[in-house]
Each structure stands twice: as C-alpha cells, then as structure tokens.
C-alpha cells in the first residue's frame, strides 16, 4: 500500500537543530524528497535522496535514510524563524513520477 | 530560467460549473504533474503527463481530466464542480531525468 506517515508538530528554539522524520511504506521506491511550504505559497523542493544512499548533506540540512526500516528523517541545524514553515516528504515509487506525500510537519521556531 | 506558472491564482466558482486551469512548466521540461491539496486530504496525485501522454492518474473521478500541448503546457478541467473540490491546485514540472520535480504556486479554487 502507499502510506507515508509524519508526525503533526514540532516546536524549537532558534539556535537549535530540528529533526522531521518520516516513514514511508513503498519499498520499491527509487527517490524520496523533501519540500517546504509555507503559507499561501507553493512546494519547494529542499532536498531528495537516492534509495541507495544512507545520507546526503546539504549545507544546514542532513538526510538520512534507513531503506530497511523504510525511515526518512530531515535534520535542521542551527534553525532560524525563516525556517518555520510545513515540511512534507514524499516518495517516488519506481518507474513513475507520481510523488505520495506523508501529512506534513509544521515547524515552529521560537525565539 | 523561470519558475513554473500557474493561472489564474485564485478561482471561485458556483457549484455545477465548470473550470479550467493552466500550468506552464520550467522551460525544457516535458513532464507535468497536478496535485490537489485540501486541509482533509492532504496533497494527493491528479495525473501526470509527459509529450502530451497521460502517464498515471490517480484516483480522482472522471470529473477531473488534464491534457498536455505540444509546447509542454498542460491544462486540467473540473466538470460539475462541487463544493468537496475546493482546494488548492499545485502543478509540478520535471525535466529529463524527472527527479526533480518543480511546484508552482497554485490555483486556490474555491466552489461556493
């Protein structure tokens, strides 16, 4: 089936690093990505990684993929309030382009 | 390069009407993929078309149709609107290796 699961909220301070995490249900997906949205605006991508990869790092963000656990985590350092925003996943199932998003994660950043 | 453009922005429409909105996607992209996304349902797949061919489509009535021009501009039509298909539209674009996909800001339709 397809599933991918989020958890609803996280609250941080600023300064401090903020973990998303996420998992997904397809194990036949090639990529999984990472968008940012925020209010009244459209998805942007973020970041995405390979099914065969464990992480990929990206100036403050750090992805790492557990493919056996079907685990997918976004970590932010040194979060800033610009950063607030709802943070999906999404898979990729192979051979197409169809993206199955998780519920989204909204982020709070306090001062 | 520009990004990917959506119109119009913002759409109300009378339930039983119909409605027709349009994604330009980034310049050399060929695929396009829409997207609904309600407070309930979350962001679920529409369908997706690549060299004016229906690739996938998700599970979404007949009411709802796409098609895709030579120039990679794609519209998608919503027949007999109700009022459940209020939402905001996303259209995404990707290019040759289609790994990356590219949203535009949306269409905020809403059926009164």
């Known amino acids: 089936g397809e599933d991918v699961e989020q958890s609803l909220f996280l609250s941080v301070r600023e300064g401090d690093s903020s973990v998303i995490n996420c998992t997904y249900t397809?194990?036949?997906?090639?990529?999984l990505y990472w968008y940012k949205q925020e209010p009244g605006a459209g998805l942007q991508l973020l970041t995405y990684?390979?099914?065969?990869?464990d992480m990929k790092q990206d100036q403050r963000l750090t992805v790492l993929l557990n493919k056996k656990d079907k685990h997918l985590s976004l970590r932010i350092a040194d979060t800033q309030t610009g950063d607030s925003a709802i943070y999906f996943c999404a898979e990729s199932p192979y051979n197409t382009d169809k993206l199955i998003f998780g519920t989204g994660t909204r982020l709070q950043v306090f001062p | 390069k520009a990004g990917v453009t959506q119109t119009p922005r913002y759409l109300i429409k009378t339930r039983g009407q119909q409605v027709t909105l349009s994604c330009s996607p980034i310049?050399?992209?060929?695929?396009v993929s829409w997207y609904q996304q309600t407070p309930g349902q979350g962001l679920q797949f529409l369908f997706e078309?690549?060299?004016?061919?229906?690739?996938n489509k998700g599970n979404f009535p007949g009411r709802f149709s796409g098609r895709q021009f030579s120039n990679s501009r794609s519209e998608m039509n919503v027949s007999t609107l109700e009022l459940g298909d209020s939402a905001l539209y996303l259209c995404a674009s990707s290019g040759r290796e289609n790994t990356e996909q590219y949203f535009g800001p949306g269409t905020r339709l809403t059926v009164t």
């Open positions: 397809d194990s036949s997906s090639t990529y």
């Open positions: 990684i390979f099914s065969n990869m």
């Open positions: 078309y690549f060299s004016e061919t229906q690739r």
């Open positions: 310049s050399g992209h060929r695929s």
